[in-house]
């Protein structure tokens, strides 16, 4: 209403409406009120339908948040499950390959058991009258060279001189090492004991038994990833210790360049840079 008045008043102010003066402009201005009623009408339908869009909007942006959030909690759920596989599948290949190694240590163990058993002096043979006839040849195999303990596992082996090398008894350390690798020479950790071998000389400053050690260590266990470069490294140190500064060299050298990423290569680059600047 107040919309129309001031239209009117408009209107009325720029003569393009006479005042009422007679009929025929009565007529007129009815006609013209008339008009601009509709046009409100009009107008409050077009805010009404445009309220109507608004809400079919937010009803449509809420559906597409909600879409959204439930694609990421999807995705996420997903990237959560298949990190968690990744997770199971992992500990299933640590777990097989203990059980592998397990079982290559039981393997050993009966072997070593088995050579135990037929390493054992045979009766000796008795004739009909019931005494011993000591002309008779003895029957089974001859002994191994240092067959391990009845009874003692692989793993019992090792750790007791392990624990002997960690209490700085190295000549005990060496007699066990040296026991476990001719008792068990196929297990994985031979290597260990073999490089353990070399370092408990080496803590001992016996500089030609370490070399040794070591050397036998690259040459016995090619396949250790591990203890191949710290071999290689601690080779080099104990040529050093030697004064066959050449040699040692040569062993820092073939460290960096066989075994390029491991920690052992860095130190032997560093000895290598120290033994150059001389």
Not at 60 to 77: F, H, N
Not at 159 to 165: K, L, R, T
């Amino acid at each position: 209403m107040k919309l129309f008045r001031t239209l009117l008043v408009v209107l009325l102010g720029l003569g393009v409406l006479p005042r009422p003066a007679h009929a025929a402009a009565n007529k007129e201005h009815l006609q013209l009120m008339a008009e601009i009623r509709m046009l409100q009408e009009q107008n409050q339908q077009l805010q009404a339908l445009l309220g109507t869009l608004q809400d079919t909007l937010k009803v449509v942006t809420t559906k597409i948040d909600e879409q959204s959030a439930a694609t990421r909690k999807a995705m996420a759920d997903q990237t959560l499950a298949v990190t968690n596989i990744g997770d199971n599948v992992r500990v299933l290949r640590e777990k097989a390959d203990e059980t592998n190694v397990r079982i290559s240590t039981f393997s050993q163990e009966i072997d070593s058991l088995r050579q135990a058993v037929a390493s054992q002096p045979a009766a000796p043979a008795v004739n009909p009258t019931g005494t011993i006839d000591p002309s008779a040849p003895p029957t089974g195999a001859a002994p191994p060279s240092a067959p391990p303990p009845v009874g003692v596992s692989a793993q019992r082996m090792y750790e007791a001189s392990y624990d002997d090398y960690t209490a700085g008894r190295f000549d005990l350390a060496i007699q066990g090492f040296q026991g476990f690798i001719q008792a068990f020479p196929r297990l994985p950790n031979a290597a260990d004991a073999q490089f353990n071998i070399g370092m408990s000389y080496f803590n001992q400053a016996k500089w030609g038994e370490a070399r040794d050690a070591f050397q036998k260590t690259i040459t016995d266990y090619p396949q250790s990833a591990e203890r191949v470069p710290e071999a290689y490294y601690k080779l080099g140190q104990s040529f050093e210790r030697l004064n066959q500064i050449d040699n040692a060299k040569r062993a820092y050298d073939t460290v960096t360049q066989k075994h390029p990423g491991t920690f052992s290569a860095t130190q032997a680059r560093q000895a290598l840079d120290r033994l150059n600047k001389r």
